[in-house]
């Protein structure tokens, strides 16, 4: 499965949009782009995966590029409780996840 | 969305004894459950993983005679760590695949073990 780099930090401010970024330049045509969130201490939260297409649901957007050599997860309105550490990973169904170092996010009040 | 449960949420144990974990898929049934282990400050790292009604498969450099897994029904894996050691002290985490998901179905993950060995 493709490697994928992350920033190791990120803030934003409450409210505001958070745009966290992924690089999987590596990645194969029949890999999914997944987005976890670790919050201290608790064990990882589906946000949302895609194929090729942008996709949104009530948690966030994933934004792919066309030649899927990148992504960005967007949290529109960011809040204190989405500061946590969140980690990209691509996949092919092989179902092993390879979790890189991810991006810690803070969310500033 | 799918739940997945792990008991006990915190153990502390003394050198040399073992400790079980159970992981259970509490709404859907997983052929496929994975354990992973994650030191402070780190990422995941993947164990190993379990198959229901085989053996299962590990990781490099991960010791299965250490780390005992079984997998003997659809909804529960359990990692015990046999003779732990201080070492052995992490956040044990396991995740499962719904069985009746496609292939890009999402692995629901586990509130994790805090495990500490004196």
């Known amino acids: 499965d493709a490697k994928t780099t992350q920033p190791p930090s990120m803030d934003c401010a409450e409210g505001r949009a958070a745009n966290l970024p992924c690089n999987h330049s590596t990645i194969s045509g029949n890999e999914y782009v997944y987005w976890y969130r670790q919050i201290h201490s608790q064990g990882p939260q589906y946000i949302i995966h895609g194929l090729k297409n942008n996709e949104t649901n009530e948690m966030a957007s994933l934004i792919i590029t066309e030649d899927r050599k990148s992504s960005t997860l967007i949290l529109p309105h960011a809040t204190l409780r989405d500061t946590a550490v969140y980690y990209c990973?691509?996949?092919?169904?092989?179902?092993?996840?390879?979790f890189g170092t991810g991006t810690r996010l803070k969310v500033l009040a | 969305g799918a739940v997945v449960s792990q008991h006990p949420s915190r153990v502390i144990c003394k050198s040399g004894t073992s400790v079980k974990i159970e992981c259970r898929s509490l709404?859907?049934?997983?052929?496929?459950m994975f354990w992973y282990r994650q030191f402070p400050k780190k990422s995941l790292m993947l164990m190993a993983t379990?198959?229901?009604?085989?053996?299962?498969?590990?990781e490099q450099g991960v010791e299965k005679d250490k780390f005992l897994i079984n997998h003997a029904s659809l909804t529960l894996s359990t990692l015990t760590v046999t003779s732990a050691h201080p070492e052995d002290s992490s956040f044990y985490i396991c995740?499962?695949?719904?069985?009746?998901?496609?292939?890009?179905?999402?692995?629901?993950f586990g509130p994790g073990t805090r495990l500490l060995v004196l």
């Open positions: 379990s198959n229901e009604g085989s053996k299962a498969t590990y």
């Open positions: 995740s499962a695949r719904d069985l009746h998901g496609g292939p890009q179905e999402t692995q629901y």
């Open positions: 709404d859907f049934q997983a052929t496929t």
């Open positions: 990973i691509a996949n092919s169904g092989t179902y092993k996840y390879i």
